[in-house]
């Protein structure tokens, strides 16, 4: 199975990769074989870095085997740069007539530090591990939810995503107890939430983590749909309406 990963959480990741749709039969985790990788790590030049990305992604499709799903992040992240990244993954899905499936952005954050820690310890000590994933929001804020392994490519989320202060973060961490594990972007920007700890997972997603996710999520006959999970409004706001003057 040829899928597309796209990535705009933060930086902008773009992959292309080969998939078994089965999970093996010894429970270890689905192999990718990459056929093309490429990240950029600007979170403001999105709509521009997407193009050639994909161009140059699509140029190894040369062998004529066909593109089968594109897989992409829905948030939480900032509203522009999330954005493209959907607008490109459903433009490039429709004019192929293949699916696009969407995985949340933390999920596959948590997933990544899973398999970071697991490569470190151990897949005993991964799968009973709890990950407090937090990403930058801006605003001096960060996105963050708690989750553990679920199967060797999935996560099973303990806390719904929120919008919380460095400081409400670190509490979070600190009330999952002494073994929970700190990852993501947000941990890198303020590390009073890490308090310390080692932090995983330190970019701000991860495309191939994201379509292991997806692949474990469509096998359980789940649907993944691609609409954007913002957790707040945009910074710019279309008027409503003209503000009427009040008389003097």
């Known amino acids: 199975m040829r899928i597309l990963s796209i990535d705009s959480s933060l930086g902008t990741q773009l992959l292309l990769c080969d998939a078994e749709p089965d999970a093996p039969a010894d429970g270890a985790p689905r192999a990718l074989r990459i056929l093309s990788a490429q990240a950029l790590q ?56 293949i699916p696009a499936h969407g995985v949340p952005s933390l999920d596959a954050v948590a997933r990544q530090a899973l398999d970071d820690l697991a490569a470190e310890r151990g897949r005993e000590a991964a799968d009973a591990a709890t990950v407090l994933v937090a990403t930058d929001a801006r605003r001096k804020e960060v996105y963050c939810a708690a989750y553990r392994a679920l ?12 919008v919380a202060t460095p400081q409400a973060a670190a509490e979070r961490l600190a009330e999952l107890g002494p073994a929970a594990v700190p990852a993501g972007s947000g941990c890198v920007l303020h590390p009073e939430i890490a308090a310390g700890r080692p932090v995983l997972a330190q970019a701000s997603g991860s495309a191939g ?23 707040r409004l945009a910074d710019a706001q279309v008027p409503t309406g003209r503000k009427r003057a009040l008389a003097g």
Do not use: K, W
């Open 209 to 231: 983590a994201q379509t292991r996710i997806a692949l474990a999520r469509l096998a359980r006959g789940e649907e993944l749909g691609t609409e954007p999970l913002y957790l």
């Open 42 to 97: 600007d979170s403001r030049r999105h709509a521009e870095s997407l193009g050639p990305m994909l161009a140059t992604a699509l140029a190894a499709l040369a062998d004529d085997s066909p593109l089968d799903a594109v897989v992409v992040a829905t948030g939480p992240a900032p509203f522009t740069g999330l954005r493209a990244g959907l607008v490109t993954a459903r433009a490039l899905a429709r004019a192929r007539s």
């Open 151 to 162: 199967g060797a490519d999935d996560v099973e989320p303990l806390t719904p995503p929120a």
